[in-house]
C-alpha cells in the first residue's frame, strides 16, 4: 500500500511558476512509475507527464513540454512537478499517482495509487 500527498498548489498568475511536491509513505517508491495527472473543471482528467523509476527518464504531455518539470527524490520519497510559465488553460486540480507495472511514458498506463489533489488556479 502506497499513500501519496500532494502539496504546494495555490493562486498564482499567469506567466509565473509554482511547484508542486507529492510525498510518498513506504519504503518501496522506488519500485514504482511516478505520474502526475490534472482535472480541469468540467474535462475528462489527462496525462501531464510521467517519471520512470530511476528517474532518468521523463515524459510530458505536449501541452506542457517545455514549461514543466518532473523530478524525483528516491532517498525522500518525493516527486515534483516544476510548473513554469503557467498559463489560465492549466488551471485544474493536480494529482500524482503511482504505477507498480506501467510505463513512463505510457500516457493511457495503469496507476495503483492516487493522491487527494492538489488545487493550481492561474488567474490573468
Known amino acids: 500500500q502506497v499513500q501519496l500527498v500532494e502539496s504546494g498548489g495555490g493562486l498564482v498568475q499567469a506567466g509565473g511558476s509554482l511547484r508542486l511536491s507529492c510525498a510518498a509513505s513506504g519504503r518501496t517508491f522506488s519500485s514504482y512509475t511516478m505520474g502526475w495527472f490534472r482535472q480541469a473543471p468540467g474535462k475528462e482528467r489527462e496525462f501531464v507527464g510521467g517519471?520512470?523509476?530511476?528517474?532518468?527518464?521523463?515524459e510530458y504531455a505536449d501541452s506542457v513540454k517545455g514549461r514543466f518539470t518532473i523530478s524525483r527524490d528516491n532517498a525522500k520519497n518525493t516527486v515534483y512537478l516544476q510548473m513554469n510559465s503557467l498559463k489560465l488553460e492549466d488551471t485544474a486540480v493536480y494529482y500524482c499517482a503511482a504505477g507498480a507495472g506501467t510505463s513512463w511514458n505510457n500516457p493511457r498506463g495503469k496507476y495503483d495509487y492516487w493522491g487527494q489533489g492538489t488545487q493550481v488556479t492561474v488567474s490573468s
Open positions: 517519471i520512470s523509476r530511476s528517474g532518468t527518464s521523463t
